[in-house]
């Protein structure tokens, strides 16, 4: 539980897109603001669709948006 | 916080309540000598009929006490009110009721438990009901623990 392994630069991200809001990222992309600030907080991991409309939405590789790092266990 | 959150809270509120109530009672009847097979299904009955009319209830006036607080906070008058279930809240569901089927599960063994102690019948199914009411309110604090920390 807590911070997961997965990090995004989402919050960067709106703001080089004429500093989005999270609430226009939530509209478009069809999930709650709440849910925008649990991913920007790294406490919740998105959807493989998720992480894809928000990459889209942004115009960049999902690699851009999302970064996966290893735990020392290996999970 | 999230309307799915508010609505967490008021179902735990309304749980503990309605625990309160129904351990009051049990005690209440202990003392009385009214420990009877009568009381004891009629408070059963009188106890989830509560807890369905209660939830209902308290689930309409907190849409409406969520949306007077968004008109009070953006002075628009027709407030936009998230009570969309993403796919976040839906996650965050299934794991909440997954800690209520365990902990249901744990209370209706230890309830039968009570017949290895040559407990009357009326014993266990008092214990039914409170370790149902239990794993709700466990599954409630689960859920808001899970949007309060993430997973």
Known sequence: MGKSSISNNIRKLRFFHNEMTQQQLAEKVGVTRQTIIAMEQDKYSPSLELAFRIARIFNVPLEEVFSYEAKEDGK | MSFQQRNITVSLVTFILILGLYMTRVFQLLQSDGFTPTNIFRLWGITIILSIVATIILTILAHIGSAVFQVIKTGDENPKIEDIQDERDKLIDLRGTRVTYVASSLGVLAAMLTFVFGQPPLVMFSLLVFF???????????????YRRGF
């Not at chain 2, 149902?132 to 899970?146: F, V």
């Open chain 2, 132 to 146: 149902g009411l239990l794993a709700q309110i466990i599954g409630d604090i689960s859920r808001l623990m899970l």
